[in-house]
């Protein structure tokens, strides 16, 4: 189901003026613009303008300018994204095109038209001036936003930068560990046999099996099984 559109607000205003010619005479000069429908009155012509419907193909974005005997009465509606100075623009301009067309059957003073004129333009200066300064300060935000990232962005880059330095010695630190732990660990039983007999020799005869584990990266059990081989062969012999 589609959503309901919010209805849009009805504004409007009053120019004096005054008819020097025939009703008629007004709306065959309105007839000429297609978009425009035309209904008029005894003493009075008026000029539809429908920009939008709403859903029900109803009238919703519309003016509506009506010639009387003694002024103009414009009416008009105000959608809800709409900005009410920029629709009031719109339809001041509408107006002034239209007077245009029945400038032969209708008098306006131009003193009126001056001043509707430059109510216009302050309206459009307050317009641009309101929508610069919400821009500026959009912009003004966003400006600090951005140099608070790119400050961000170089302190990470800088530790990032020390991480990587770290990890590169680190990792060389372990490669370095890692083949020496390689080539410890890959000893063959007869060097460390040789090793461990050295060892005793070194130390008046004795061992301590986790120092001697530790100094050579050699698991304990493996120290022992070691122990074990050479004083059956009787390479070694246990004193009591």
């Given at each position: 189901?589609?959503e309901?559109v919010?209805?849009?607000?009805?504004?409007?205003?009053?120019?004096?003026?005054?008819?020097?010619?025939?009703?008629?005479?007004?709306?065959n000069?309105?007839r000429?613009?297609?978009?425009?429908?035309?209904?008029?009155?005894?003493?009075?012509?008026?000029?539809?303008?429908?920009?939008?419907?709403?859903?029900?193909?109803?009238?919703?974005?519309?003016?509506?300018?009506?010639?009387?005997?003694?002024?103009?009465?414009?009416?008009?509606?105000?959608?809800?994204?709409v900005?009410?100075?920029r629709?009031?623009?719109?339809?001041?301009?509408?107006?002034?095109?239209?007077?245009?067309?029945?400038?032969?059957?209708?008098?306006?003073?131009?003193k009126?038209?001056?001043?509707l004129?430059?109510?216009?333009?302050?309206?459009?200066?307050?317009?641009?001036?309101?929508?610069?300064?919400?821009?500026?300060?959009?912009?003004?935000?966003?400006?600090?936003d951005?140099?608070?990232?790119?400050?961000?962005?170089?302190?990470?880059?800088?530790?990032?930068?020390?991480?990587?330095?770290?990890?590169?010695?680190?990792?060389?630190?372990?490669?370095?560990?890692?083949?020496?732990?390689?080539?410890?660990q890959?000893?063959?039983?007869?060097?460390?046999?040789?090793?461990?007999?050295?060892?005793?020799?070194?130390?008046?005869?004795?061992?301590?099996?986790?120092?001697?584990?530790?100094v050579?990266?050699?698991?304990?059990?493996?120290?022992?099984?070691?122990?074990?081989?050479?004083?059956?062969g009787?390479f070694?012999?246990?004193?009591?």
């Open positions: 189901m589609p309901a919010a209805p849009p607000k009805v504004d409007g205003f009053k120019l004096e003026g005054k008819m020097s010619g025939k009703a008629d005479d007004i709306a000069a309105l000429g613009v297609s978009f425009l429908k035309i209904a008029k009155e005894k003493t009075a012509v008026s000029a539809a303008n429908v920009e939008s419907r709403d859903i029900n193909k109803n009238p919703y974005t519309f003016s509506i300018i009506r010639f009387d005997k003694d002024g103009i009465d414009v009416v008009y509606t105000v959608p809800p994204s900005s009410p100075t629709r009031r623009i719109d339809i001041i301009r509408h107006l002034l095109n239209t007077l245009t067309l029945v400038s032969g059957y209708y008098d306006t003073d131009p009126l038209i001056l001043q004129l430059e109510q216009t333009v302050k309206e459009i200066e307050d317009y641009a001036t309101n929508d610069y300064k919400q821009l500026y300060a959009t912009y003004d935000s966003m400006r600090r951005v140099e608070a990232l790119r400050r961000n962005y170089s302190i990470m880059k800088k530790q990032v930068t020390s991480l990587s330095r770290e990890n590169y010695d680190m990792k060389n630190e372990n490669d370095e560990l890692r083949v020496k732990l390689e080539g410890l890959g000893m063959s039983d007869g060097v460390l046999k040789t090793k461990v007999q050295d060892w005793v020799i070194e130390h008046g005869g004795q061992i301590i099996v986790p120092e001697f584990s530790r050579f990266k050699v698991p304990e059990a493996r120290v022992e099984q070691i122990l074990d081989e050479l004083v059956k009787g070694l012999e246990i004193v009591q």
